[in-house]
T-cell receptor, first 113, second 114 residues
Framework: QKEVEQNSGPLSVPEGAIASLNCTYS??????FFWYRQYSGKSPELIMF????GDKEDGRFTAQLNKASQYVSLLIRDSQPSDSATYLC?????????????FGRGTQLTVWP | ETGVTQTPRHLVMGMTNKKSLKCEQH?????MYWYKQSAKKPLELMFV???????ENNSVPSRFSPECPNSSHLFLHLHTLQPEDSALYLC?????????????FGDGTRLSIL
C-alpha cells in the first residue's frame, strides 16, 4: 500500500498570509503529483500538477517538489477567505498502467478575514 | 451541460434496497472512475473503466456492481449494502487512463444506509 500523508489540520491563516500545505509520500520512485482543492459538499478540483523537481508556479499557487526528501508542498500566497477548503495531495501508482491515484486524507485550510 | 454530472446528489436507502448511482461526463473523455470518500479517510478508488472496459476492481465487495455502457456514462448498482457503506461516492473522468492524466470529478452522491 502506497502511503500519502498529510497533516489533517485544520490550518488557519489570516487573509493575505502565505498558507503552506505539506504532503509526504512513501514510494521513492514516484514521479508526478497532483493537488486538488475540495470545498465542503463539492467535488475535488484539480489545481496543480507537478512532475519535475523544484517549483511550479500558477498564479498565487506554487507547488514545490523535493524527491530526495519525498515531499511535495503547496504554497498559497496572498491567501483569501475563498481559499478555505480541504486540499488533497494525490500520487499516481507507479505499479499501475492505469489512472490509479493514491490520495492523502487532506488538509483543511481556513483563511480568516 | 459541461463537466461530470452525478445523480442523485443524495440517497437514503435501507440495507435490503436496490438502487443505482449515475454518472455522465460531457468532456469527451475515455476513462471513468468510481471513488468512495468516507469521513476521515482518504479517497479510495473502486473501479476504473477505459474505453468502456473495466480495467480495475480494487477489491470492492460484490454488493457494488459497476456498469459502463459507453464512454460517457457510468453506473454503480447497489444492493444489500451495509451501514459502513455510507459515504460520498465520487465519479471522475480523464482523457485517458494514464498516470499523467488529470482526473475531473463530479460533485458526488451522498449515500446513507439505514
Amino acid at each position: 500500500q502506497k502511503e500519502v500523508e498529510q497533516n489533517s489540520g485544520p490550518l488557519s491563516v489570516p487573509e493575505g498570509a502565505i498558507a503552506s500545505l505539506n504532503c509526504t509520500y512513501s514510494d521513492r520512485g514516484s514521479q508526478s503529483f497532483f493537488w486538488y482543492r475540495q470545498y465542503s459538499g463539492k467535488s475535488p478540483e484539480l489545481i496543480m500538477f507537478i512532475y519535475s523537481n523544484g517549483d511550479k508556479e500558477d498564479g498565487r499557487f506554487t507547488a514545490q517538489l523535493n524527491k530526495a526528501s519525498q515531499y511535495v508542498s503547496l504554497l498559497i500566497r496572498d491567501s483569501q477567505p475563498s481559499d478555505s477548503a480541504t486540499y488533497l495531495c494525490a500520487v499516481p501508482d507507479r505499479g499501475s498502467t492505469l489512472g490509479r491515484l493514491y490520495f492523502g486524507r487532506g488538509t483543511q485550510l481556513t483563511v480568516w478575514p | 451541460e459541461t463537466g461530470v454530472t452525478q445523480t442523485p446528489r443524495h440517497l437514503v436507502m435501507g440495507m435490503t434496497n436496490k438502487k443505482s448511482l449515475k454518472c455522465e461526463q460531457h468532456l469527451g473523455h475515455n476513462a471513468m472512475y468510481w471513488y468512495k470518500q468516507s469521513a476521515k479517510k482518504p479517497l479510495e478508488l473502486m473501479f476504473v473503466y477505459n474505453f468502456k472496459e473495466q480495467t480495475e476492481n480494487n477489491s470492492v465487495p460484490s454488493r457494488f456492481s459497476p456498469e459502463c455502457p459507453n464512454s460517457s456514462h457510468l453506473f454503480l448498482h447497489l444492493h444489500t449494502l451495509q451501514p459502513e457503506d455510507s459515504a460520498l461516492y465520487l465519479c471522475a473522468s480523464s482523457q485517458g487512463a494514464g498516470k499523467l492524466e488529470p482526473q475531473h470529478f463530479g460533485d458526488g452522491t451522498r449515500l446513507s444506509i439505514l
